[in-house]
């Protein structure tokens, strides 16, 4: 005798309260095994896979593609096979509520996960074609079924311009024949109104929103800049880390995280947050930088922790793994989340500077500009020299303009002299 089983959503964790489900991995009917991933969610913070806690059959998915599930709420529906006759609350096993993405807890050695993570999961091929999300709401508004709709990619991918053409197809074949034709009722649309497109708000795009309008009218906000003279630190990148036997290199992005870190033990009042409630400034003494990254999904802000305690050759591999896991969609809710301090790396889009705008609840914000060959006053005489300009926004309630300028002083002097960097600053 079986007995049916559903599986909420569980915690996110980090005060997030609901997901987007973003594709399935099974159908109902689909029989799966534990730990098996079964769909695919996007949250505010990041895209992962949820696996399944149980080993059964899926008979009920309560949640379409593009819709969105509360924390709580019912996610699927397995049928379970009922153990030595025992009832259902009996025979359900134990289980911790989960972080998405983590799947069932593992701290027992003999537990089906540590069994069932011996296997190499074949990932099913989805029951349904994966649409954009963009795509899908506007099927549901044209009142078109994705089931119907005949793909013009030769893989089978479902565009714009299909959508589009199965719902002109289906308002042609629901017309009545022989109607007599008539004005419409209203005017028609403008020139200006057929020229534009109007894009769903995704919930990354929701949250960076949220946090850039909240920055903006919580926080007075003052910026100031600086350039140095970047030579020194592009030849320090020309060769691996130090000591490393990895291919990590020393990238400026790497040595600027640091010279970041070693700046503040001189100004630590730049790595605090300002306590409205409380009125006080609360300084912290971790370093946990975080890396505004420039993704698929919008911006997002990965977060290298306890970048203090790190050596650079501890350094460069994790800000390439959280770098690459922004861009990639496989790093965790915690991963994006608890930054002291963030750093924009804007070089790569050919910008000079800028005003960032500080991460909220943070009271600095320091930007990496191009590094563009410029003419340079070098001793008594010019030369041409790579570079850079330092961007610097900070909250003028909990820092001073003079402790600002400093900070941004000491910060560019340590970036012209990588070796004191590399030695520890």
């Known amino acids: 005798m079986a007995v049916k089983q559903a599986f909420c959503l569980p915690d996110l964790g980090e005060g997030l309260t609901e997901a987007e489900v973003v594709n399935w991995f099974v159908g109902e009917g689909d029989r799966v095994l534990l730990n098996q991933p079964i769909v695919a969610v996007e949250t505010a913070k990041a895209q992962v896979e949820i696996p399944s806690p149980f080993a ?15 924390v709580g709420a019912p996610l699927v529906t397995f049928e379970l096979p009922d153990v030595e006759g025992s009832d259902a609350a009996a025979s359900k096993p134990k289980r911790r509520e989960v972080l998405v993405g983590y799947g069932p807890q593992e701290d027992d050695p003999a537990s089906p996960l540590r069994r069932s993570r011996r ?8 029951t349904t074609r994966p649409v954009a999300p963009p795509l899908r709401k506007l099927a549901r508004d044209l009142g078109v079924n994705l089931a119907d709709v005949p793909a013009s990619d030769p893989g089978g991918k479902i565009s714009r311009d299909d959508i589009l053409a199965a719902h002109q197809a289906q308002v042609a074949g629901t017309a009545p024949e022989n109607c ?41 906000q003052a910026s100031i800049w600086l350039q140095i003279d970047a030579t020194p630190l592009l030849e320090a990148g020309e060769g691996p880390v130090p000591g490393s036997r990895q291919t990590d290199r020393v990238t400026p992005l790497v040595l600027t995280v640091r010279a970041l870190s070693l700046a503040l033990r001189h100004h630590p009042v730049v790595n605090s ?31 290298v922790r306890d970048v203090n305690r790190l050596s650079v050759e501890g350094l460069a591999p994790e800000v390439k793994r959280v770098v690459g896991g922004a861009r990639a969609g496989s790093l965790r809710p915690q991963d994006l989340t608890g930054s002291t301090i963030t750093l924009s790396n804007i070089g790569p889009t050919g910008v000079e500077g800028g005003t960032p705008i500080i991460n909220h609840p943070e009271s600095a914000i ?60």
């Open 56 to 70: 059964g059959l899926v008979v009920e998915l309560h949640a379409a593609a593009g819709s969105s599930v509360q």
């Open 180 to 220: 007599e034709t008539r004005a419409p009722d209203t005017d028609p649309p403008q020139q200006d109104d057929l020229l534009i497109e109007r894009i769903p708000i995704t919930a990354t795009r929701r949250s960076i929103a949220g946090k850039m309008r909240r920055s903006l009218s919580e926080i007075p």
């Open 273 to 303: 947050t300002w306590d409205e409630e409380r009125q006080e400034i609360v300084v912290r003494t971790a370093h946990h930088v975080g890396i505004a990254t420039d993704t698929g999904r919008g911006l997002l802000v990965p977060v």
């Open 366 to 425: 320091v930007a990496l500009g191009a590094i563009l060959r410029r003419p340079w006053v070098l001793g008594d005489g010019l030369a041409v020299r790579d570079v850079a300009t330092l961007s610097f926004t900070f909250d003028h309630r909990a820092i001073d303009g003079a402790e600002a300028g400093r900070f941004l002083r000491r910060l560019g002097d340590l970036l012209e002299q990588p070796a004191s960097i590399l030695g520890g600053g």
């Open 119 to 126: 296997i190499q999961w074949e990932r099913p091929v989805p």
